[in-house]
């Protein structure tokens, strides 16, 4: 799986550049306080050039949430390919999510941006189809691990992600308003040892 800010080519270097422009402004200032001007001047890639790759700020966005929404849609099915009890694996998801946030945190935060202007912008709906599929995914783990007896058989797969999801999100968002590094391996392990032990142990 290939990380984000990785750059095969002078191509993909520029639109990567681009993307971190747009990502840290969309994040700091939403969709309509950015414009290409601004883009353009702060990534160092000519108004031309983008325009070359992306026909508007809408393009722009779009791919955005839709590289982001593959990255980890590629991530849960690693994951969930690993050859690994259920539990490590759910250690292994909080601690690539953890470690995708230090190494991109404007990406981060644009994604987190999404949450606040989504209802502002009716183009961004259909994503709503690949947040829900990365979600079937992660339940469709926890269910494996319930019908393996890794969980309690009365355990609720679909509450169980969302509540995962809740967790990642939570400390993901400390981190991004801490100076300090917050995210750890350590945290990631003892984090899946509650949610799997529970509060009676």
Request: proline letters at 3%.
């Amino acid at each position: 799986m290939q990380d984000w800010g990785e750059n095969p080519n002078c191509e993909q270097d520029t639109k990567t550049k681009i993307f971190q422009v747009a990502a840290r402004l969309i994040a700091e200032k939403g969709y309509n306080g950015v414009s290409m001007r601004e883009i353009s001047e702060q990534s160092g890639v000519s108004k031309p050039t983008i325009y070359y790759y992306y026909k508007s700020k809408e393009e722009i966005y779009k791919e955005l949430v839709n590289v982001g929404l593959n990255y980890v849609f590629e991530m849960l099915k690693e994951i969930e390919a690993l050859d690994m009890p259920f539990k490590a694996r759910l250690v292994q998801l909080m601690k690539k999510n953890f470690r995708l946030c230090l190494k991109h945190p404007d990406f981060t935060k644009f994604f987190f941006s999404l949450f606040t202007f989504a209802d502002a912008m009716p183009f961004l709906r259909k994503f709503a189809l690949k947040v829900e599929e990365n979600g079937k995914i992660l339940s469709a783990m926890i269910q494996k691990g319930i019908d393996a007896g890794e969980f309690g058989a009365s355990a609720n797969p679909v509450l169980a992600a969302e509540i995962i999801g809740g967790v990642l999100a939570h400390f993901i968002w400390r981190q991004l308003n801490s100076e300090k590094v917050i995210l750890t391996d350590k945290l990631a392990e003892d984090v899946v040892e509650i949610l799997f032990k529970g509060l009676n142990e």
